[in-house]
């Protein structure tokens, strides 16, 4: 079964901390993606990536930064982790090819709580 | 500006009804349409997708419909069943599109009642 695996469910830091979020796919995919998904305001686009090395801004990449050095892993960067950054947040996949699905996979998620 | 959007952000159902969720298209472009299914603190779950050569596709309890005249998408669960509870997203693509960046609904909460 193809997967999308975040490293944390749940996750505390304090104000002012670096924190990483790390996702792993195992699908062979080319395009990562990272949200945030706040009650009212549904999913919003932080980064994304197209191939190894490569990222793209989204719509709130603002106190954000990402990392693919590898083609499976995407990781999401807070440099210096606020209290508004108290957010689930989720990545997913998708390969570029053509296919049956032009969907996502999402991974489980990370909930994020900054003190 | 392009958006999909749902028509309403509360759904509670009876056991054993029949359950419909609304989406609204704005992209006449978009050809692929997929509906998630979120569990509470879990990510969205792919349950059943169309693309815009079709009105109807069928799956295990589930019915997507699509009405391209008014650009349109519901999704059917027949049977409701508590497990059914979650919030439901839809959300468009364009097969061709490079990276294949969604745009997703709001969600409607679907709550089912014993």
């Known amino acids: 079964d193809v997967k999308v695996t975040q490293s944390s469910r749940y996750l505390v830091k304090r104000t002012g901390e670096k924190v990483f979020l790390e996702c792993v796919q195992d699908m062979d995919h080319e395009n990562m993606f990272w949200y945030r998904q706040d009650p009212g305001l549904g999913l919003r686009l932080i980064y994304f990536?197209?191939?190894?090395?490569?990222?793209e801004k989204g719509d709130i990449p603002e106190g954000y930064s990402v990392s693919r050095e590898k083609k499976e892993r995407f990781s999401l960067i807070l440099e210096s982790a606020s209290t508004n950054q108290t957010s689930m947040y989720l990545c997913?996949?998708?390969?570029?090819?053509?296919?049956?699905?032009?969907?996502?996979?999402f991974g489980s998620g990370t909930r994020l709580t900054v003190v | 500006g392009e958006s999909v959007g749902l028509h309403l952000p509360t759904l509670s159902v009876q056991e054993g009804d029949n359950s419909i969720i609304n989406c609204a298209y704005s992209?006449?472009?978009?050809?692929?349409f997929i509906w998630y299914k979120q569990e509470s603190g879990k990510g969205p779950q792919f349950i059943i997708d169309?693309?815009?050569?079709?009105d109807k596709r069928q799956g295990q309890r589930v019915t997507v419909l699509l009405n391209k005249t008014v650009k349109h998408l519901s999704l059917q669960i027949a049977a409701t069943q508590p497990g059914d509870s979650a919030v439901y997203f839809c959300a468009e693509n364009r097969i061709y599109n490079q990276g294949g960046k969604l745009i997703f609904g709001q969600g409607t909460e679907l709550s089912v009642k014993p």
């Open positions: 997913a996949s998708i390969g570029s090819g053509t296919g049956r699905n032009y969907g996502y996979t």
């Open positions: 169309i693309r815009s050569n079709m």
């Open positions: 990536s197209y191939d190894v090395k490569m990222k």
């Open positions: 992209n006449s472009a978009s050809d692929y």
